[in-house]
Every structure is written in structure tokens, then in C-alpha cells.
């Protein structure tokens, strides 16, 4: 009987620690600010790199220098872009600027989509949910996979002749 009571308050002890540390662990996010009350993001995506300031705003977009219907003139890379705005439900809310280098337009667009993700849980960590859920805040690692030797390309093989 007495075994059973020190083992009863060894867990006790043991429970207690472990709420000790989760509430240790949970400590509430800080938003991230510059001293302009701008948010700053690196976004990557294929071979594409951008770096992403937002700030409160009418919802102007700018990419290197240009507006954003003018450098994506696709509208399927307009919409990728503002993807994170209308699943965190701040469209028009923020002002983007954004530089991005490498890799072509759709990488490009996927760069400044995951840099704008990044940078709005920054300025606003109550977001980071809606965007965590929907896939924003993960670097998509999938890149070309690089030429073998003997091999036309990563994978296609040069034709084959039996004789």
C-alpha cells in the first residue's frame, strides 16, 4: 500500500513537471517589425529567391520595381500571389515589395507567395494558423533533379540498339 502511494505521487511529481514545461514552451509569438512597421520574409520556390517587405497598406503590389499585373502578366500567377491575403482574410490590406531573382515566372510567383506567407505570420502572428493550415509557411522542396552521365537527361536514356 505504501509502494502504491509513493508511486501515485511520483506521478503526481511527474505530471506537475510535465505542465511545467508546456506552459514554458507555449509562450505567445512576438510580431516582428522593422522600425519603418515593415514585416521582412525570404520566400524560395525552384530556383527562385524573394525577398518580401510588407506593410499596412491599400494593397499595392510591387515586384522589382514593377506593379504586379504588369510583371505577372498571367492571372493564374496575380492569383497564386495573393493566395495568402484571401486565406488570411486581409486582402487590401497590406503593401508588398517584393525582389525576386532566379528561376522562371511560376517559381517566381511561388517565391514572393511563400516570402508574403512568411512575412504576414511575422507582422501578425495571429495568422499563422489559417496559413500554416493551408501550406504557405513550408518551403516546397521540389527542384529539378540534376543530369546523370550516360544518360540523356535525369532520367531518359539515349535510344537502345541491339545491333
Given at each position: 500500500?505504501?509502494d502504491?502511494?509513493?508511486?501515485?505521487?511520483?506521478?503526481?511529481?511527474?505530471?506537475?513537471?510535465?505542465e511545467?514545461t508546456?506552459?514554458?514552451?507555449?509562450?505567445?509569438?512576438?510580431?516582428?517589425?522593422?522600425a519603418?512597421?515593415r514585416?521582412?520574409a525570404?520566400?524560395?520556390?525552384?530556383d527562385?529567391v524573394?525577398?518580401?517587405?510588407?506593410?499596412p497598406?491599400?494593397?499595392?503590389?510591387?515586384?522589382?520595381g514593377?506593379p504586379?499585373?504588369?510583371?505577372?502578366?498571367?492571372?493564374?500567377?496575380?492569383?497564386?500571389?495573393?493566395?495568402p491575403?484571401t486565406v488570411?482574410g486581409?486582402?487590401?490590406?497590406f503593401d508588398?515589395?517584393?525582389?525576386?531573382?532566379g528561376?522562371?515566372?511560376?517559381?517566381?510567383?511561388g517565391?514572393?507567395?511563400?516570402?508574403?506567407?512568411?512575412?504576414?505570420?511575422?507582422?501578425?502572428p495571429?495568422?499563422?494558423?489559417?496559413?500554416?493550415?493551408?501550406?504557405?509557411?513550408?518551403?516546397?522542396?521540389?527542384?529539378?533533379?540534376?543530369?546523370?552521365?550516360?544518360?540523356?537527361?535525369?532520367?531518359?536514356?539515349?535510344?537502345?540498339s541491339k545491333?
Amino acid at each position: 500500500m505504501a509502494d502504491e502511494i509513493k508511486t501515485l505521487e511520483g506521478l503526481e511529481a511527474v505530471a506537475d513537471g510535465v505542465e511545467a514545461t508546456a506552459t514554458e514552451v507555449e509562450t505567445p509569438r512576438e510580431p516582428v517589425r522593422d522600425a519603418l512597421g515593415r514585416s521582412y520574409a525570404t520566400g524560395k520556390r525552384k530556383d527562385a529567391v524573394a525577398r518580401v517587405w510588407i506593410k499596412p497598406g491599400s494593397g499595392k503590389v510591387v515586384v522589382n520595381g514593377k506593379p504586379i499585373n504588369e510583371y505577372f502578366a498571367r492571372p493564374v500567377l496575380q492569383m497564386i500571389l495573393k493566395q495568402p491575403f484571401t486565406v488570411s482574410g486581409t486582402e487590401d490590406q497590406f503593401d508588398v515589395m517584393a525582389t525576386v531573382k532566379g528561376g522562371g515566372l511560376s517559381g517566381q510567383a511561388g517565391a514572393v507567395k511563400h516570402g508574403v506567407s512568411k512575412a504576414l505570420q511575422l507582422y501578425d502572428p495571429s495568422l499563422r494558423g489559417a496559413l500554416k493550415a493551408a501550406g504557405f509557411l513550408t518551403r516546397d522542396s521540389r527542384v529539378v533533379e540534376r543530369k546523370k552521365y550516360g544518360r540523356a537527361k535525369a532520367r531518359k536514356s539515349f535510344q537502345f540498339s541491339k545491333r
